[in-house]
Each structure stands twice: as structure tokens, then as C-alpha cells.
């Protein structure tokens, strides 16, 4: 993994401790959705949700449903994030 994957793993790992969840304890899925989020950034100059089909500024990572999304369901639509609970 580069250095500028590493750099986006820390910052939502941050990102989602202070929000009160955590990135998905499965490293290949995160790993597969950073590499989507830096090719839609270099692609479309923002790091749109690789798994939505969508790209406007709600699709922007993290969008704007993932906390709802969370909170019903114990995980964003991609998987990025998690409740603190999931996999439990």
C-alpha cells in the first residue's frame, strides 16, 4: 500500500473514532474501497464513495448517509464503516 493510501486509511480511522465507530476490521475491504476513493479523486478530482453511481457532493466520502446508515444497519453502504458492535 503507498504512502498516500496509508495517509487516507489514518485520517477516516480518526475521522471515525471521534464520530463514535471504526473502519471495517477487514483490511482487504479497505484496502479495495481507499484504492477506489484516491482513483475517483485522481479521476473526477474528488474522493467519491467507490459504491455509489452517483457522484455529487452527498457521495463524497464520507457522505452524507453514511452516520444514518450506521446507526440502522451497523455499517455505511460500502462497508468503510462500522458500528463499534459489528462483527461483534
Same mark, same amino acid.
Given at each position: 500500500?503507498?504512502?498516500?493510501?496509508?495517509?487516507?486509511?489514518?485520517?477516516? %480511522?480518526?475521522?471515525?473514532?471521534?464520530?463514535?465507530?471504526?473502519? %471495517?476490521? %477487514?483490511?482487504?475491504?479497505?484496502?479495495?474501497?481507499?484504492?477506489?476513493?484516491?482513483?475517483?479523486?485522481?479521476?473526477?478530482?474528488?474522493?467519491?464513495?467507490?459504491?455509489?453511481?452517483? *457522484? %455529487?457532493?452527498? +457521495?463524497?466520502?464520507?457522505?452524507?448517509? *453514511?452516520?444514518?446508515?450506521?446507526?440502522?444497519?451497523?455499517?455505511?453502504?460500502?462497508?468503510?464503516?462500522? +458500528?463499534?458492535?459489528?462483527?461483534?
Amino acid at each position: 500500500m503507498d504512502k498516500k493510501a496509508k495517509k487516507l486509511i489514518k485520517k477516516y %480511522n480518526e475521522y471515525a473514532e471521534k464520530n463514535g465507530f471504526r473502519l %471495517n476490521p %477487514n483490511k482487504k475491504i479497505i484496502e479495495h474501497l481507499i484504492k477506489g476513493l484516491i482513483k475517483n479523486e485522481e479521476k473526477y478530482g474528488k474522493k467519491y464513495c467507490p459504491c455509489r453511481k452517483i *457522484h %455529487n457532493d452527498k +457521495s463524497i466520502c464520507p457522505c452524507i448517509y *453514511h452516520k444514518k446508515e450506521i446507526k440502522e444497519q451497523g455499517h455505511c453502504h460500502c462497508f468503510l464503516f462500522v +458500528s463499534k458492535a459489528f462483527g461483534d
